[in-house]
């Protein structure tokens, strides 16, 4: 077996401590740790620092707390801050409402290929299990029997990652990508300079990097039957961005762009520039 990359976590949140609890203890009960933990926080309460506080003094895994004032919804610019503060040659991207499957880490870093970046597989929790969860604050998740669309991804099958992985690509016409289960090169992400902070709300941010990547000749790949997050239930956020932010992002799949002027570089020291190549477009 190839040996694993090192690797970063990184894991966005906005006020709710009680997920992000959940979500860490997930992390910390992986058979395979990430190399660090980045929290990138966009402007939360105090209430979740003595979260983070209070976790990180029960486990070996750096936990590094990415904090910036709240000034709305401002998930492009917390996340280009945790990529500049990542140590890690590979990435994995997800959100503070989630818990991981136990080898979650692992499946992710088995696909790890160079110019190739994946995206997983997320199971919808229902509300009812998603409150039991959280009042209990554990991570162990049931088996859901019914029959739904979504129950399929809750299956893990490491036999069938490969093939698929290998099989199921971009689709020309797909629009949108799980910006929450993403891996991908740490040189690859700044060779776009990151999340372009022209997204400002809810909506396509992920997309738009994806499509930057894709230009660039990186090649996206889905993981499935692996790579498994379990998505608590919350009320939907505030859309009214979406419209605008999805016309950006079609613009740059459009214009074929590889590069966005207000990225990762600016958080980024003089020589770790070297990883950039502004060839905008």
């Not at 190399?35 to 029960?58: F, H």
């Not at 290929?113 to 299990?129: E, P, W």
């Not at 992400?189 to 990151?194: A, H, S, V």
């Amino acid at each position: 077996m190839k040996p694993f990359p090192s690797c970063s976590l990184l894991v966005s949140t906005y006020n709710w401590p009680e997920a992000l609890e959940v979500t860490l203890n997930s992390v910390f009960d992986q058979s395979k740790l990430p190399d660090e933990i980045i929290i990138c926080d966009d402007g939360s309460a105090a209430s979740t620092k003595e979260v983070i506080d209070r976790l990180r003094k029960v486990d070996k895994v750096p936990v590094i707390h990415v904090w910036q004032p709240d000034e709305g919804f401002q998930l492009s610019r917390i996340r280009n801050k945790g990529l500049a503060t990542a140590s890690g040659a590979y990435i994995l991207q997800i959100d503070g409402d989630i818990i991981l499957h136990k080898h979650f880490v692992r499946d992710h870093l088995l696909q790890a290929t160079r110019d190739h970046f994946y995206s997983g597989n997320r199971f919808y929790l229902s509300q009812a299990v998603s409150k039991e969860i959280l009042d209990r604050r554990t991570w162990s998740i049931p088996f859901v029997p019914a029959f739904s669309k979504n129950v399929i991804r809750q299956l893990r099958v490491p036999a069938l990652q490969k093939l698929f992985a290998r099989y199921y690509h971009w689709e020309k016409e797909y629009q949108y990508i799980l910006g929450s289960n993403l891996g991908f090169w740490r040189e690859d992400i700044f060779r776009i300079n990151g999340y372009d902070e022209a997204f400002e709300g809810w909506g396509s941010e992920d997309t738009e990097i994806a499509f930057r990547l894709i230009n660039q000749g990186v090649k996206l790949n889905f993981i499935r039957f692996g790579a498994i997050q379990y998505h608590l239930y919350h009320k939907n956020a505030n859309k009214d961005s979406s419209e605008r932010n999805h016309a950006i992002a079609l613009k740059s799949r459009e214009n074929k762009s590889t590069w966005c002027q207000l990225g990762v570089d600016q958080y980024l020291p003089k020589d770790e520039r070297k990883y950039l190549t502004a060839t905008n477009s």
